[in-house]
């Protein structure tokens, strides 16, 4: 004799149907497709000021956070050496090198106007990737006779290496080459995240000069100086005034480690990020020869459609030179008059000519060419274990103590974790369902459903298991593909205990993909497929959830870590975590089993814990291998000792029943 569907079933049912006929379930699932730096892009309209600034505070966060940046480090007096003055008429020019880390330096020239009086603007002149750097002095680009005419100008100028380029020799333009495949790449350490500190620590420099104006800093530099531009303007509104040369694009995002940090361009993309320049002064500058061929129909509209939203359309401009990639006279002549009129009180906009200048010789300018270099600089290994080392006590000092601190801790490493996984713990009104398929084997049923969330155009498989005799509970098993044989029994014990069981298979997207291989900076652009899974069980559980009053999540094998990490962005009633014997104090074991970028300088299992409610927890199987001494601290300080539970060895599934039952 057939049986009633249990009530939970057909809640499960109805609302699956229901769902499935407002939206459509994708047929593939669009992860799966690979984004990287060549993929023509476009900028989402943003219809409402208030719109953009909510986009904008987020993608500021991303930025730091991919570059390694939020929280903020700690900044030390910068302790500037300027010497070597060479006094050239109009201006001079002198040599500078300051830590912008303990033993890390950054290097170059300063040019100030001898005659200006009072206080001065200042103009931070990062560079691209020219054989001589800031030092190149050619058609198509002259460091040296752009800071020098500035400083004719009235401004202080600083032009300043990339690292691994001139007078930043201790490290190389490979730092950390790794992008998302080496241990720095877990503590947020990389190459970009390094220049955009340098830049922050400039404005620093400039700042401590007294003859310098602080409401009149602004950023110019090409190509991948270009990218050094806008992203520094977009995290540091102390920049004033920009003009980022060659660089800001729809068709190329960036060809240089330097300019692919992970996670920097997930969901986004350079023409966006520039955009967060509004609504201060911007002028685009772009060429005919190269990747900005289509500013004046393509970036330059979408950029200007921002401004457009403060009604500042009139502090965005653009131009387009007839040559090859460069930041040649004639585009330096037309920032001249676009900042001239912004910073000089100057009525027109219009270029403004480049006066002739004799160059000095590279000797003059190197900083390092006649002085030994810093006794305490550190080499390319010595910085990453400085940096990683730094970032371990700052997490540690900043494990909250009260409650108080603990939502300084949710502003600082909550926004760290959650921006490392780029996940978001949807409301269950946003996860839809398709129409249920369902199977009846004895006095059990069994459903399957795809879930997506609306706009994402992601697939989660879900399989449920009503119970004969439920309790009203429910219980999310989560399993990796390679332990997907473990589930079955403990299935259908739980289902035999009266709980309804819903299971998901964690399956890998496209990082291992053949395809994945073909492009260079992946998690730059696409998230990682632990990340994607650690996502697949935020919206399983929001799915369950909006049906469910009691959720609890029992994770087998490697799934343990991953469930561990979700739960730092949602709730479960209980939980349960294999940890499977993953060693979380090495740094190598977590980038064998859980590779997110980012993920260690977030705090990764003691930051997930500690931004989730203090729910009951059990892991077990740690093998003493498994940290949970800061865990049971943070339940511990919270007064919530006793829902924290840890077994060095693997339980069974009657112990797991138990524990799943008890009070």
């Not at 006779?145 to 004719?152: D, G, M, Q, V």
């Not at 380029?165 to 730092?175: C, G, K, L, R, V």
């Not at 300018?365 to 730094?390: C, D, H, K, M, T």
């Not at 989660?460 to 593909?481: C, M, R």
Request: aromatic share 8%; net charge positive; charged share 20%.
């Amino acid at each position: 004799m057939n049986k009633s569907p249990a009530p939970f079933l057909v809640l499960l049912i109805v609302i699956a149907v229901s769902l499935s006929g407002l939206a459509q379930i994708p047929a593939t699932d669009s992860r799966r497709e690979i984004r990287h730096l060549d993929l023509p892009y476009s900028l989402p309209e943003h219809k409402t000021k208030e719109a953009w600034l909510a986009r904008a505070a987020e993608l500021r966060k991303q930025i730091l956070v991919s570059s390694g940046l939020w929280p903020m480090p700690e900044k030390q007096p910068i302790k500037a050496t300027i010497f070597g003055k060479l006094d050239r008429g109009d201006h001079t020019i002198e040599k500078v090198f300051f830590e912008s880390y303990p033993g890390f330096y950054v290097t170059g020239n300063l040019y100030r106007p001898k005659t200006a009086t009072g206080k001065l603007p200042a103009v931070l002149c990062p560079h691209g990737h020219w054989a001589y750097g800031r030092l190149e002095n050619q058609p198509l680009h002259s460091g040296p006779a752009r800071a020098i005419s500035f400083a004719r100008q009235g401004y202080v100028a600083f032009a300043y290496d990339m690292v691994g380029y001139n007078d930043s020799a201790a490290i190389t333009h490979q730092f950390a080459n790794h992008n998302s495949t080496g241990v720095e790449a877990l503590w947020g350490v990389n190459l970009l995240g390094l220049q955009l500190w340098n830049s922050i620590r400039v404005v620093d420099f400039l700042l401590s000069l007294p003859e310098v104006d602080a409401e009149r800093i602004a950023c110019t530099g090409e190509s991948g100086g270009g990218t050094q531009t806008f992203l520094l303007a977009a995290v540091d509104e102390r920049i004033k005034l920009a003009a980022p040369v060659n660089m800001v694009s729809f068709i190329m995002q960036g060809g240089s480690l330097c300019e692919n940090a992970p996670n920097l361009r997930v969901d986004t993309n350079n023409v966006e990020l520039a955009a967060l320049m509004a609504p201060r002064p911007m002028m685009m500058v772009s060429a005919t020869g190269d990747w900005t061929k289509n500013t004046m129909t393509s970036e330059f509209p979408a950029v200007k459609s921002v401004y457009r939203l403060f009604g500042a359309e009139d502090k965005l401009t653009a131009i387009q030179i007839d040559a090859a990639h460069n930041y040649n006279q004639a585009s330096r002549e037309a920032v001249y008059g676009w900042f001239a009129h912004w910073f000089l009180n100057r009525v027109e906009t219009t270029p403004i000519k480049e006066r002739s200048a004799g160059i000095p010789s590279i000797p003059d300018l190197l900083v390092f060419a006649n002085r030994s270099r810093p006794a305490n600089e550190l080499n390319e290994p010595g910085l990453i274990r400085s940096l990683i080392e730094q970032r371990k006590r700052q997490l540690q000092s900043a494990l909250p103590k009260t409650a108080a601190e603990l939502e300084r801790f949710k502003e600082t490493f909550g926004v760290a974790f959650r921006f490392s996984l780029m996940a978001e713990s949807p409301k269950p009104e946003t996860v839809i369902a398709s129409a249920p398929e369902s199977q009846k084997n004895g006095n059990s049923t069994t459903i399957k459903l795809t879930l997506s969330r609306l706009g994402k155009n992601d697939r989660v498989e879900l399989t449920s298991l009503q119970s004969a005799k439920p309790n009203g509970k429910t219980v999310l098993i989560l399993v990796s593909a390679e332990d997907a044989n473990r589930r079955e029994e403990l299935t259908v014990s739980l289902s035999a205990a009266g709980y309804n069981v819903a299971t998901i298979t964690l399956q890998p997207q496209a990082q291992t993909s053949e395809q994945s291989k073909k492009y260079r900076y992946f998690t730059t652009y696409n998230r990682s497929d632990a990340a994607n899974q650690v996502q697949d069980i935020l919206t399983a559980v929001a799915y369950l959830k909006g049906k469910n009053s009691k959720l609890s999540v029992v994770a087998i094998g490697k799934a343990g870590g991953l469930a561990l990490l979700a739960r730092g962005l949602t709730a479960f009633d209980r939980t349960v975590v294999d940890a499977a014997q993953l060693d979380s104090a090495n740094d190598q074991a977590v980038l064998a089993q859980i590779p997110i970028p980012g993920i260690r300088r977030a705090g990764d299992f003691q930051t997930a814990v500690t931004l989730a409610p203090l729910t009951p927890m059990l892991i077990h199987n740690t093998g003493g291998k498994f940290r949970t001494d800061s865990m049971t601290e943070i339940y511990r300080r919270l007064g919530r000792a006793e829902d924290f539970k840890t077994s060095s060895s693997e339980l069974g599934k009657n112990d797991l029943l138990n524990w799943l039952s008890s009070n």
